[in-house]
């Protein structure tokens, strides 16, 4: 985000999707330039790809340098037709940076084919490495421009010297990523991806079937993560999310993201190896104990 040169009246364009940390890292860097951050509303729930690039669509001017999209949205568990989204905005002359944090591990992720200018993917997550392990794969038009975070001793000695060394950094959690990938290729990478994300979709279909609810997508647009509607008598808001969430942990020791959308609470279930259908059901019962269906 630092190696761009931002100009008065430019345009960086995210959706209210995007984490609120890289949220706040565009806000920053708009606001010492001058620059606009543009929001782009998706449809939710959804049910389409369609529905998310018709959206996207409409925003694409001359006056954005950069589009930022998930590759999978953290708060609403959407796998973004990433593809379609980089070739529109590459057909408009926009640059597309891709927060891809929850894709390595869940997805079978070929980073180089989706063309984005830039792709970033932590391995902390899904792959089961260190926390401060990530990479980032760049179009080699692109590398020669971009630079690390922190600027060192390397600096203008080209890409990968400038990331391989940024002053004291510890790499030890970079050094680990091997490890990480040895032991998905014990456990069979196919087998695992499939396990957690049928478990998801499973997870969606009970819990949205229990509470009489709603999935916030289908299983064309999900992975590893599924998202659904809390049962709820009343209209809901954030400090409502917030007190479901902080009981469940308390209470149940079930650790779930909530959030409120539109006077409802979501809930964001994420599941890997070590889950099986006993947790989530775990999850229906407590949350049918605290708000009645």
């Known amino acids: 985000a630092h190696s761009l040169k931002w100009a008065p009246g430019d345009e960086v364009l995210v959706t209210d999707q995007v984490h609120s940390g890289v949220f706040n890292i565009f806000s920053h860097l708009c606001g010492r ?17 369609r529905q998310i690039t018709d959206a996207v669509k409409p925003h ?30 590459h057909a408009a002359g926009i640059a597309v940076l891709v927060d891809g944090a929850h894709a390595p591990g869940m997805l079978d992720l070929q980073a180089s084919e989706i063309g984005a200018d830039w792709y970033i993917g932590n391995c902390h997550k899904w792959l089961l490495a260190p926390r401060g392990s990530a990479f980032l794969v760049t179009l080699p038009e692109k590398q020669m421009v ?18 391989a060394w940024t002053g004291t950094r510890d790499p030890s959690s970079w ?29 969606g279909d009970q819990l949205a079937s229990d509470w009489r609810t709603e999935r916030g997508a289908g299983s064309n647009l999900t992975g590893a993560m599924i998202t659904v509607r809390a049962p709820q008598n ?4 954030s400090r409502d ?17 909530v959030f409120s959308f539109n006077d409802a609470l979501w809930l964001r279930i994420s599941v890997h190896l070590y889950n099986n259908e006993a947790d989530i059901m775990r999850l229906s019962q407590a949350l049918r104990q605290h708000i009645p269906t």
Not at 33 to 46: F, K
Not at 70 to 78: E, L, P, Q, R
Not at 146 to 163: C, D, L, M, R
Not at 234 to 237: G, H, Q, T
């Open 175 to 203: 050094l680990s990523v091997a490890a990480a990938l040895e032991f998905w290729r014990g456990l069979g990478i196919k087998e695992g991806r499939g396990y957690m994300c049928s478990l998801a979709d499973w997870a």
């Open 146 to 163: 971009t630079h690390p975070a922190v600027i060192s001793t390397t600096f203008g000695q080209g890409f990968w010297t400038e990331f």
């Open 33 to 49: 330039a001058g620059a606009n951050l543009r929001t782009v509303a998706l449809p939710w729930p959804v049910s389409s790809a």
């Open 60 to 89: 694409l001017n001359e006056r954005v340098r950069l589009a930022v999209f998930d590759h999978v949205s953290s708060k609403h568990s959407i796998v973004m037709p990433l593809k379609t989204l980089v070739n529109m905005c």
């Open 234 to 237: 009343k209209p809901l808001k």
């Open 241 to 257: 999310a917030n007190f479901l969430h902080d009981w469940l942990l308390r209470e149940h020791n079930i650790e779930v993201p």
